[in-house]
């Protein structure tokens, strides 16, 4: 089992930014892929940024240039810096974890709100 405890969320106005960090605790040794996932008011839940324990990153195109995610594998961390955040970025993000054996855990989700 792996556990995930995500923080960093909050109100910020168009343009601004915010850093969400994400820990995991548990098997962290069968950890593989950690990312970010958000789901918009009335939406889908979507990938946002995913990294692997190689270090090989995935971007949504509406995010690429915006949004950078890091991980740092000996705190059993992940991160994800917001630059130049939109309304719709707006969403309650969620930090996931992937094992080698791709079974997938979730956080319990951060909101993300951006409004003047």
């Known amino acids: 089992q792996v556990q995930l405890v995500e923080s960093g969320g909050g109100l910020v106005q168009p343009g601004g930014s915010l850093r969400l960090s994400c820990a995991a605790s548990?098997?962290?040794?069968?950890?593989?892929?950690m990312g970010w996932y958000r789901q918009p008011p009335g939406k889908e839940r979507e990938l946002v940024a995913q990294?692997?324990?190689?270090?090989?990153?995935t971007y949504a195109d509406s995010v690429k240039g915006r949004f950078t995610i890091s991980r740092d594998n000996a705190k059993n961390m992940v991160f994800l810096q917001m630059n130049s955040l939109k309304p719709e970025d707006t969403a309650v993000y969620y930090c996931?974890?992937?094992?080698?054996?791709?079974?997938?855990?979730w956080g319990q989700g951060t909101q993300v709100t951006v409004s003047s």
């Open positions: 996931s974890a992937v094992s080698f054996r791709l079974l997938t855990y």
């Open positions: 548990g098997s962290i040794f069968s950890i593989n892929i």
């Open positions: 990294i692997a324990r190689s270090g090989i990153t």
